[in-house]
């Protein structure tokens, strides 16, 4: 039954889901070549030969306006003058020329072009300028850009080759992407040799437009690529990369080199690519926290590629090693603990199996030497015992080439123990030509071969990490229920108050108020403008007590003799005002004395840790944790993290650090408060992300024991008061969006909250599942899904913990009057499409829930959603028979359009 169409226009139709918009650089159908010549040794020549000597399905066509034709085919003027237009146009012309050729291409209906040519900010302010000239006429006609100063782009399995290298990769299943031309070329180079294909190869140069967000967008869609390889100089958008990264990481491995680590080799990066570097530190949180693997070496990019490809990832990161020699285990064991892995405590019913087959000199440890004379069925019989210990994760068997060993029978005995699960299994076959057919076998056979025991190990280490990044990304954490008391406007009145008065430091009075607001303990401060009140406050306070700087203007007390301990007497408070305002006087001017602060002298046992944000300069905030105290910047134990913060992502920041051993308890010492530590973390990356006027803050010391947490002093640095709202840095990860945080009360009069998901709904969203009927379920999802498939925590793990710069799902939760508890009784979410500028959306309500306006009123706040996202139209896809939907699209304004024959009617709403 075809449903009415209401409210339509008779030529309306509904435009399907577009082509991804970058499409047009892996498969064009005719490429203009600007700049193709037919001068030997140069680059428009050697990109056009390319183009035409790998066939991809279309047209390509020089643009030369010297010449009537190039390497014999016809040449055109311009753009404009080309017989059909060109979907792709790649640009080898001298820099000053291509802002102009970019508006001519968008005008001529060009929808991507790669720029070849250098001379942009790699140059300086002039390049700069004329770089942001190319971009905003791209954006113009809406037409994106890869480059410039690149090397061009290969799609080996289409067959496009956009480049001026040597050739056309071999087609594969790794996608490469680089910001060094050259690199590129070599890489392709050592390819051919080692017979590594690639479904897509990218020089990405200055990213003007087309960025790694993009690229690994499109390539995490791409079926035909199963892993993303990027060398890195600079991360550029790095809200884009870690967005993206983020959702791709989860099913395809991303494996990032980044160059730059030293201060030195930063410089040449910037130099090369005239972006920042930023901290090095700070990328690795940032890759952390999105679930990139990065590797220290082009090597270990292509190993971990395949590695990954061919084994499962250890679910920790203890390994067994099996040999038949000591000194290569030893290599193995030595990069296994260098690199933070662990050799696995093998189990005593292990070792008692092991000693029923074993040699009598067998090592009797892990390693497990199984002596040099190890037959293949010896070998066998070792690995499928490690395999079997409860402690093992992973296992590495090594062999080197000894008179009596066969390397070729031995990795046909290892065969059968290629897939163990979820323990993976590496080999290292050492030597040369005597190991190569056992090589050949094991590779084959889905076991990764190396040369060498230690490169093995090393493997095995960022396989766990790669392990490690992505559990961040689907623990479920725990809500805690006191990060909604935050008393912002306080805040933001001591904040406003000082930058009124030209102040950028708060004093340490009013750091603590900070602090206090966001529910974070602090100690008793009372400020003391004379001596006498310091007598007096310390009186009421009681001895001993600590008397510090009370000043506007420093910051770092120590350093001018600010701080005074124990003090356990009126004549020792008396001493110390004098003391502390002496010394700051000689050493600054007494005009940054403006009294002093009396607390209590705390005297718990307990660990000194500092907890921080200061400003990167890519990534904005950036939150700290580490061991505290007068020495931090000696010891420099510390983690960094991007905020916001959950209880798991807080939790993951300290294990970082070296402190978190000691504060799980040590040497008879209580734990401290580890489920308190992790909640205040939560608070204070919610300070930081609500409260954008602080350009640095920290708690130094917060005294962590296990009968509390308080911060014993603080300080805040807030930006100048020349800066406007808009320069302010931006966060890398879109926090909570509050803002669609509103009440709803139905037909009935029962209250509901209507509201952004969060990561610690999976519970809620499993017994919300447990509600619908098959019925609902299949109009919703237009399949069948099962209890289990619906709930699996790999599912709701995607549904629950999303970004917010793609996707918003509002939940309805209601309190359920018979049990108090909270649930959820309806979900909706409208989520962009990567590379277009519109949304989907979809609703679900508990059928217990239906038919009070509840779905109405959730489609009406996705709409507003949309609106503020800047979404251009919101699509969806109703079941041809799901008429009650339909009957609401309508009525809130959609567009319906169905088609004989398809199980669903398109509905679509311009916003």
């Known amino acids: ?105 968008g005008q001529n209906g060009v929808k991507g072009a790669i720029v070849i040519s250098a001379g942009f900010k790699e140059l300086g302010p002039s390049g700069a300028a004329l770089e942001q000239q190319l971009l905003e006429n791209a954006r113009k006609h809406n037409l994106r850009v890869v480059g410039p100063n690149c090397l061009g782009l290969m799609c080996p399995p289409t067959g496009v080759n956009a480049t001026f290298a040597r050739g056309i990769a071999r ?124 590797v220290n070496s082009i090597a270990d990019l292509f190993y971990m590629a395949e590695v990954l490809a061919k084994q499962p990832r250890p679910k920790g990161p203890r390994l067994t090693i099996v040999t038949n020699a000591g000194g290569p285990a030893v290599l193995a064991t030595d990069a296994l603990i260098m690199e933070n892995g662990e050799l696995t405590e093998l189990t005593p019913a292990t070792m008692e199996v092991y000693n029923q087959f074993l040699p009598p000199t067998w090592s009797h440890n892990n390693p497990v030497d199984v002596i040099g004379d190890a037959t293949p069925e010896r070998y066998a019989k070792a690995l499928e015992v490690a395999s079997k210990d409860p402690n093992s994760d992973g296992m590495l068997v090594v062999l080197t080439p000894q008179d009596m060993t066969d390397p070729t029978q031995t990795a046909e005995h290892l065969r059968p123990y290629a897939n163990l699960g979820d323990k993976p299994v590496l080999a290292s076959w050492m030597g040369g030509p005597f190991v190569a057919a056992g090589e050949d076998i094991l590779n084959a056979s889905g076991i990764p071969t190396f040369l060498f025991p230690d490169t093995a190990a090393r493997a095995f280490v960022y396989m766990w990490r790669n392990t490690y990044n992505l559990r961040g990304l689907y623990e479920t954490p725990i809500f805690h229920r006191d ?83 124990n003090l356990k007497d009126e004549a020792a408070v008396r001493n110390a005002w004098r003391s502390i305002s002496g010394s700051v006087a000689a050493k600054v001017g007494a005009e940054h004395f403006q009294g002093v602060t009396v607390q209590p002298m705390i005297k718990l046992e307990g660990y000194e840790v500092i907890v921080g944000s200061s400003i990167d300069p890519q990534f904005g905030p950036v939150l700290l944790f580490g061991l505290g105290g007068q020495l931090v910047e000696v010891f420099k134990d510390r983690a960094l993290a991007l905020p916001p913060l959950n209880s798991t992502l807080a939790r993951r920041m300290m294990e970082q650090t070296k402190i978190y051993t000691a504060l799980k308890g040590v040497r008879g010492r209580k734990p401290v408060d580890l489920a308190g530590l992790e ?27 296990p009968e509390r947490l308080v911060a014993l002093d603080a300080r805040v640095v807030l930006h100048s008061p020349e800066t406007t709202e808009d320069q302010l840095p931006k ?51 237009l399949q069948t899904l099962n209890l289990s ?62 038919g009070r306006g509840l779905g109405s009123e959730l489609v009406r706040r996705l709409l507003e959603v949309g609106r503020a996202e800047k979404l251009s139209k919101i699509h969806g896809s109703v079941l041809a028979d799901n008429f009650v939907m339909q009957r609401l699209c309508e009525k809130l304004g959609f567009r319906l359009e169905a088609t004989a024959g398809e199980p669903t009617v398109e509905v679509e709403l311009p916003l």
């Open 679 to 705: 909640a205040l973390l939560v608070r204070f990356s919610q300070l930081v992300v609500e409260q954008p006027w602080i350009k640095e803050i920290d708690i130094n010391p917060l005294l962590a024991s």
């Open 483 to 565: 990060q909604g008391l935050a008393d912002r406007e306080r805040v933001a009145g001591i904040i406003d108050a000082a930058r009124k008065s030209g102040r950028t430091i708060l004093t340490e009075f009013e750091s603590k108020e900070v602090l206090a607001a966001y529910q974070i303990p602090t100690v008793l401060t009372r400020v003391a403008r004379t001596e006498d009140e310091a007598v007096q406050f310390a009186g009421e306070i009681g001895y001993p007590v600590v008397l510090k700087l009370f000043s506007e203007t420093i910051t770092h007390k120590t350093d001018v003799g600010g701080v005074l301990l």
């Open 1 to 105: 039954m075809k449903p009415a169409i209401t409210g339509a226009k008779k030529d309306f139709k509904i435009r399907r889901p577009e082509e991804h918009p970058l499409d047009v650089f892996f498969k064009p159908k005719a490429i203009a070549v600007i700049g193709a010549t037919e001068n030997p040794g140069t680059v428009g020549r050697t990109t056009l030969w390319n183009l035409i000597s790998t066939p991809f399905g279309g047209t390509v066509y020089p643009v030369n306006p010297k010449r009537p034709s190039v390497l014999g085919i016809k040449a055109y003027p311009s753009v404009a003058a080309l017989p059909e237009p060109a979907d792709l146009a790649v640009i080898i012309t001298p820099p000053k020329s291509i802002p102009g050729i970019i508006d001519e291409c």
């Open 789 to 850: 498939q619906r709930t699996s925590h790999e599912r709701l793990t995607r549904i629950c913990f999303i970004d917010y710069d793609r996707q918003i799902s509002l939940v309805a939760e209601r309190k359920n009057p018979e049990t108090g508890a909270n649930e959820i009784v309806g979900v909706g979410r409208v989520q962009k499409i990567p590379g277009a500028d519109y949304g989907e959306f979809a609703v679900v309500i508990s059928d217990a829930f239906q």
């Open 171 to 294: 087609p594969g299943n790794v996608a490469f992407i680089s910001q060094s031309g050259a690199l590129c070329t070599a890489v392709l180079d050592w390819s051919f040799k080692e017979q590594v294909g690639f479904s897509a190869f990218v020089s990405i140069g200055s990213m003007v437009d087309v960025n790694w967000g993009d690229l690994i967008d499109y390539l995490g869609s791409d079926p035909r690529t199963r892993s993303i390889l990027i060398y890195m100089e600079s991360i550029g958008d790095a809200r884009a990369f870690l967005s993206s990264a983020r959702e791709v990481a989860l099913v395809k491995p991303i494996i990032v080199i980044k160059a730059g680590r030293t201060a030195a080799g930063g410089k040449a990066a910037a130099s090369h690519t005239g972006s920042l570097t930023g901290s090095d530190d700070v990328l690795d949180a940032a890759f952390r926290r999105s679930g990139v693997l990065r």
């Open 731 to 781: 966060l890398a990860i879109r926090p909570y969006p509050d803002q669609y945080v509103a009440p709803w009360t139905d037909k009935k009069g029962d209250e509901y909250c209507i509201r952004p998901i969060r990561p610690e709904d999976e519970p809620l969203m499993v017994k919300f599942h447990e509600t619908l009927s098959e019925r609902t379920v299949y109009q919703r999802y």
